[in-house]
Every structure is written in structure tokens, then in C-alpha cells.
């Protein structure tokens, strides 16, 4: 199965970014300007899991650029099976922007996963996306309203599935996922396998949600059931926790803890 990276990229900060890109043997396809990629960078106490993370506003983009990036996304869409639309939106680009892709990706048949929030999200959600994957402050700023109990969250998980989108993953930290599809829903619970960092006893939060994305979207691509993706997700949310950034999760612990995701159907 092929992935294809897309996306804008420039500067000296780009160009550490395709280095690496190289190293790990991540095809991509980027869209090349004149303006600097953001840095973003996260400060983790190894014993006390604590995060400080620093994210920069992207570079600012404009209109040609959001045209060049729905012709490039065009290109793929013949031979794709599933495009994956994460992030926020740099500034500059129009915030339906991932309404457009979704409403393109529909005329080619193509599934498309949505891993966004505030506007831009809302945007997408008119065009029904196949799946969205949220997070409880992401999923609460949507609703308007705390969803603090795992049953406030079933009511409200189906009240998006009825009117925006097939099938939502709401990821609730370490209370493991919430899986609707359709009026049918799933409370998987993380593996109960300890894991801290390699030279302490914490754990690094960051790219969790990135891990969970990527393993799910891989998993289910590969034949597997969405339940049997959002298993492996989670459990790749899990062993992230022990580690510095999604590059550095081992695929096999991903495996090993997959197998004790419990998965109860509501």
C-alpha cells in the first residue's frame, strides 16, 4: 500500500523536513514555495510526563496556492483509496478548503478521513466526509456544550453521525475511543500495558492522536473491519506514549498491543 504526502513546504526549515522524509521512506509530493515552514517543537519532562509545546502559525499562503493544492490533490485521486485531511489550515487559505477536497474526493469515489477543528472542520462537515476523528476539546468546542459522561458523548457522537458524517472516532485520552458508525457504537479501552519514556517514568502525550490516524487508516485500508482499525489505532496511541514522536513507535509492540484493546459494544 502507498502513501503520498501532500502539502506546502519551503525554506531552510523545509528542507530539514524532506531530508527526513528521505531517511524514513516517506514518499511525498509537496507543493514548494518561497515561505518558511513553521517549526514546531515540544519540551517533555522525561519523569513527570509533563508537555510544554510550542506551535508557530504557518506561513502565509494565498489564493493560488489552495488552487495549485486542489490540482496536485487531483492528480492522485484516479488511484486513491482513502485521503486523509489532518491539520489546521495554513493562513491564507480559505477555510473550506477541506470542504472542496472532500466534495472532489466524492466525485472520484474516494473515502476521505477529516482530523481538523473550529471552522475549517464545520466547513468540511457540509460535504459529509466518510469518517471524522476528533478529540474530547475538539469534539466539545463542535458541540457547544461539555459532554462529560461517556453516555453524554454516545447522545452526542450520534447526533453527528445522523447529520455530518458516516463514522466518528473520538479519541478521550486515557479513557480509549469512542467509535460510532451509523446508530452502532464501540467504547474500546487501551491495553493495560504500561509504557513510560525510554530514560524516565513519564510518557509524551504529543502525536497520539497522529499515531491513531495513521495506524487506523493503514489497518483499515489494509482489509480490516473499522473496529478491527480503531483497535489498532488506539493501541498505537498507546505505545506512542513511550516514545519521542510517531516515527520512533515500533509496529510490532503496535501488534502485540492491539491484542488487549477491549472493545464493548454499547
Excluded at 9 to 14: S, Y
Excluded at 15 to 33: C, R, V
Excluded at 95 to 100: F, L, N, W
Amino acid at each position: 500500500m502507498q502513501t503520498v504526502a501532500l502539502g506546502f513546504i519551503g525554506g531552510h526549515t523545509g528542507a530539514l523536513w524532506q531530508k527526513a522524509a528521505a531517511e524514513s521512506g516517506l514518499q511525498h509530493d509537496m507543493i514548494l514555495t518561497d515561505r518558511e515552514t513553521r517549526v514546531s517543537y515540544c519540551i517533555v519532562d522525561e519523569n513527570l510526563g509533563s508537555v510544554v509545546e510550542s506551535v508557530e502559525t504557518g506561513p502565509d499562503l494565498d489564493p493560488s496556492h489552495r488552487e495549485e493544492l486542489l490540482e496536485r490533490v487531483a492528480r492522485y485521486l484516479p488511484e486513491a483509496s482513502l485521503l486523509i485531511l489532518s491539520g489546521s489550515l495554513p493562513p491564507g487559505l480559505s477555510v473550506d478548503t477541506y470542504a472542496a477536497l472532500i466534495r472532489m474526493s466524492r466525485a472520484y469515489g474516494v473515502h476521505t478521513l477529516i482530523d481538523a477543528h473550529s471552522q475549517p472542520l464545520r466547513e468540511a462537515l457540509t460535504q459529509t466526509p466518510w469518517l471524522v476523528k476528533l478529540n474530547l476539546d475538539e469534539f466539545q468546542h463542535w458541540l457547544g456544550r461539555p459532554a462529560v459522561t461517556l453516555e453524554e458523548r454516545a447522545a452526542a457522537s450520534l447526533e453527528m453521525t445522523a447529520q455530518h458524517t458516516e463514522a466518528l472516532v473520538l479519541s478521550m485520552a486515557g479513557e480509549g475511543v469512542l467509535l460510532t458508525v451509523g446508530e452502532e457504537q464501540w467504547h474500546l479501552l487501551p491495553p493495560a500495558i504500561d509504557v513510560h519514556l525510554p530514560h524516565g517514568a513519564g510518557i509524551n502525550v504529543i502525536g497520539s492522536g497522529d499515531a491513531l490516524v495513521g495506524a487506523m487508516a493503514a489497518t483499515y485500508r489494509g482489509g480490516a473491519t473499522l473496529l478491527e482499525a480503531v483497535q489498532v489505532g488506539l493501541a498505537a496511541a498507546h505505545v506512542n506514549l513511550g516514545s519521542y514522536g510517531v516515527p520512533e513507535v515500533d509496529a510490532t509492540a503496535v501488534h502485540e498491543a492491539a491484542g488487549q484493546v477491549i472493545a464493548r459494544r454499547l
